[in-house]
Structures are given as structure tokens and as C-alpha cells.
T-cell receptor
Framework: GAGVSQTPSNKVTEKGKYVELRCDPI?????LYWYRQSLGQGPEFLIY????????DSGLPNDRFFAVRPEGSVSTLKIQRTERGDSAVYLC??????????????FGPGTRLTVT | AQSVAQPEDQVNVAEGNPLTVKCTYS??????LFWYVQYPNRGLQFLLK????DNLVKGSYGFEAEFNKSQTSFHLKKPSALVSDSALYFC?????????????WGAGTKLIIKP
């Protein structure tokens, strides 16, 4: 079966521009997470969706960052007025909510965002 | 506060030797523990997890990890290292009482297996 997919794989944008990053989770997974990862560091939590609603958005760094999941499947992370400090790899993960699965998350390949 | 520590930034092992990548954690309640591996320019891959039951957990690619509650540790091990095991390894923990499924991540350990 297909894993988590993310598009684009790479995105280069100019400072101040708007970007959208897309995540397509594993079919049937109700939980979806966004992280960002800087070189040599662990993933930094951004936001968690359970179904269509953002159950926890405490990791979003400021109001320039926003994410949606309107139909409970595909999610889009939106970044307004990008800054050079936003440059990172943005990871998406999904998980099946069930006690037997123990909630492990399955990750996509990431989108490498570079703000120039 | 919940936290995960991976005390070694890098571990070097000769091919064929046993390897250990260390992880200690701190949570208020009982933990769910996970190991993930990240190959260069790739996403994170799930290796294994501890939820409950046997303290020795076996996972993908011949890896295993031992949950030690008294030492709050969950070290990753493999009896015989392969060059292809060279990668970045992350330990993660979640408090089982945490309803939002958020994982707390370690900073990662770079594993280098030399031929």
C-alpha cells in the first residue's frame, strides 16, 4: 500500500512569499501530524489533526503558519510572509488511532523549504 | 516535564560488532517508547516500539531494544552491525496518559558503521 506522500519535495521561495506544502496520509489514518526538522536535529512538532480538526496546534511558531485538513485526509501547511528562518525540512506523519497499533507514526519523505 | 535524552551525538562501530544506541526518558506516567531511523535525504522510518509486555522488543532490520523502567532507558541494540545500518537514529516517547498522541523526540544519534 502507499505510504505518506508529500509535495513538492523541494521548494525554493523568496523572502516574503506565500507557500503551501501538501501531505497525503496513509489511507484510513485519522491522525495527521506536521513537524519541521532542521539539519542535525530531531523533529519539532507543529500541529496535530484528528480527523478534520486541529486537536493541538501548540507547536505552530506564530500566526504566519496555518494548516488545514478539510476532508479529514489531505492536509496543507500554509506559510505566509516567509522568512529565511523558516528554511527547514517539513515532515508529515500519519497514524492509525487504535490501541493495537500503539500509535506509531508513519512519515513522508518531507518537503525541503528554502527561503532566499 | 517530558523529555528524551540521547547522550551520544555519534556512535562508531566496526562492521560485525554489536552496537548500542542509548536513550533515556522522563515522563510523568508510563511511557510508550519508539525508535526511528533516518537515512540521508529520506523521511523517518519506524523501527520498533515498546507499549507493554516483554521488556525486550524486536523490530525491523534485526534491531531490538530493551525497556528498563528502573533506569528509564530504552537502548537500541543489534548483535552484528552492517555498513548499511549507518544512519541517524531517533528515540521518541509519549506518556500513555497523553490524549493528543504527541511524541517527544530526542536530538538523534548518528551511527557510523565502518567496514
Amino acid at each position: 500500500g502507499a505510504g505518506v506522500s508529500q509535495t513538492p519535495s523541494n521548494k525554493v521561495t523568496e523572502k516574503g512569499k506565500y507557500v503551501e506544502l501538501r501531505c497525503d496520509p496513509i489511507s484510513g489514518h485519522t491522525a495527521l501530524y506536521w513537524y519541521r526538522q532542521s539539519l542535525g536535529q530531531g523533529p519539532e512538532f507543529l500541529i496535530y489533526f484528528q480527523g478534520t480538526g486541529a486537536a493541538d496546534d501548540s507547536g505552530l511558531p506564530n500566526d504566519r503558519f496555518f494548516a488545514v485538513r478539510p476532508e479529514g485526509s489531505v492536509s496543507t501547511l500554509k506559510i505566509q510572509r516567509t522568512e529565511r528562518g523558516d528554511s527547514a525540512v517539513y515532515l508529515c506523519a500519519s497514524s492509525s488511532v487504535g490501541a493495537a497499533q500503539g500509535y506509531e507514526q508513519y512519515f513522508g519523505p518531507g518537503t525541503r523549504l528554502t527561503v532566499t | 516535564a517530558q523529555s528524551v535524552a540521547q547522550p551520544e551525538d555519534q556512535v562508531n562501530v566496526a562492521e560485525g560488532n554489536p552496537l548500542t544506541v542509548k536513550c533515556t526518558y522522563s515522563v510523568s506516567g508510563n511511557p510508550y517508547l519508539f525508535w526511528y531511523v533516518q537515512y540521508p535525504n529520506r523521511g523517518l522510518q519506524f523501527l520498533l516500539k515498546y507499549i507493554t509486555g516483554d521488556n525486550l522488543v524486536k523490530g525491523s532490520y534485526g534491531f531490538e531494544a530493551e525497556f528498563n523502567k528502573s533506569q528509564t532507558s530504552f537502548h537500541l541494540k543489534k548483535p552484528s552491525a552492517l555498513v548499511s545500518d549507518s544512519a541517524l537514529y531517533f528515540c521518541a516517547v509519549r506518556d500513555i496518559r497523553d490524549s493528543n498522541y504527541q511524541l517527544i523526540w530526542g536530538a538523534g544519534t548518528k551511527l557510523i558503521i565502518k567496514p
